[in-house]
């Protein structure tokens, strides 16, 4: 019989009572749509030794806004030992099994998601939601998605802009760097772009690579009006 997942219901907040171990049986990462962000994309990259490139061609699909699966539903990272970027795992896979909602004032709900039906992990209530995500270490994760929110809003808005001035179609909008692949999720050749223009280092840390793509993102909207 195939299992049909119910429905996900929200009713939890980071103080709610629950907890989650795994036992990395690994069925969590078969058949997932794993959707990347920038920071993400720049976290595998150095978590591989690779670039963001690089990650984004051998390990990506759909435009490069998901994780690839491989033929038999595997995540592309998923090795006989278990996931083999668990340091650098994206937002999404610290965040299982909850699922997360939030609220156009910010305000966060928490889900359970559907588990595996042949799952190992265990539920239970030693501690609070917000105990758990300390552990997985989102932080990072969910402030980088904030600083690159801003600029979202601002793409969307430039499209709808674009489609107004032309009758309904959206022309093709692309930012000045020479990559055959998305060059929002692209951070180091978006960079390296930037930075060569302007005669500037091309930074080393995170935390400064990110301030150097936002930066360079926010001047392809200025050069659009947006």
Not at 40 to 58: C, H, Q
Not at 168 to 180: L, R
Request: with cysteine.
């Amino acid at each position: 019989m195939e299992f049909v997942a119910p429905p996900v219901v929200f009713d939890k907040t980071r103080a709610s009572r629950w907890s989650y171990v795994c036992h990395a049986c690994s069925r969590c990462c078969y058949g997932k749509g794993i959707q990347v962000a920038p920071y993400e994309v720049l976290r595998l990259a150095r978590n591989l030794g690779i670039s963001t490139t690089d990650v984004l061609a051998r390990h990506t699909e759909g435009g490069g806004m998901r994780l690839r699966l491989r033929e038999n539903g595997a995540c592309t990272f998923l090795t006989e030992r278990g996931c083999g970027v668990h340091a650098d795992r994206p937002l999404v896979c610290r965040f299982y099994p909850l699922g997360r909602q939030v609220a156009a004032d910010g305000g966060e709900t928490f889900g359970d998601l559907p588990p595996h039906p042949q799952t190992e992990g265990e539920y239970g209530d030693d501690g609070t939601v917000d105990d758990y995500l300390r552990a997985q270490g989102v932080a990072p994760f969910i402030a980088a998605g904030e600083r690159y929110g801003a600029l979202y809003r601002r793409m969307e808005e430039a499209l709808l802009r674009r489609r107004d001035e032309t009758g309904g179609d959206i022309p093709p909008i692309e930012m000045p760097v020479d990559a055959p692949l998305t060059s929002w999720l692209d951070v180091d050749a978006t960079v390296a772009a930037y930075c060569a223009e302007r005669g500037l280092p091309i930074p080393a840390g995170l935390d400064d690579t990110v301030t150097m793509h936002i930066r360079a993102v926010e001047a392809w909207l200025e050069s659009l009006g947006a």
